[in-house]
């Protein structure tokens, strides 16, 4: 049986192990890194695209941190940073706030940013929107299954059109697949 690794807010974990490893995004981003070669693989889940207020406890929650904790435990594991490949989940915008500012967007913009100015490929996104997001990473394979939801309280907002249906963004035929359950 494949071990299961849930990991929450300022968490991340790599494994060159076959591990699924899962978490639970709103407006929060979660990267899965992969290198194709060693194939190792990792997550993250951060809270915000900021720097943190200097609390180590929590560093892993804020961008820059968390993206760097990640990749130098999988260096550290074996994976070179040159050949990571990146997978990239949630900024939601559950509330419904019309603010294009909102935390949801910010953690998408921050990640992407990081990603290109370190030369990290995304190969597939799925961000944004007005729900939340289960994924579980498979990380010896770096195929995503991926669930949307809706909470109590995104059920009295005023709801997406076409939300039966979730808009997949593949960007390279490398590094598996997102499979929508």
Known sequence: MIPNVKIHIGQ????????????????????????????????????HSGESLGSIDDSGRYGVNAMELLINEMISLGAMRNRLVAKVFGGGN????????????????????????????IVSQNTGGRFSRKIFFQSDTSEVLL???????????????????????????????????
Do not use: W
């Open 12 to 47: 991340y974990f790599a494994t060159k192990n076959s591990t699924s490893i899962s978490t639970v995004l709103g407006s929060c981003v979660s990267v899965c890194l992969f290198d194709p070669v060693m194939k190792i693989g990792g997550m993250n889940h951060i809270l």
């Open 94 to 121: 559950i509330l419904g706030l019309s603010n294009k500012h909102q935390q949801g967007h910010r953690n998408v913009d921050f990640v992407l940013n990081f990603l290109k100015v370190d030369e990290i490929q």
């Open 147 to 181: 669930k949307k939801t809706t909470s109590k309280m995104q059920a009295n907002l005023p709801q997406e059109k076409n939300t039966a249906s979730i808009r997949v963004k593949s960007i390279s035929d490398k590094s598996g697949e997102i499979t929508l359950f």
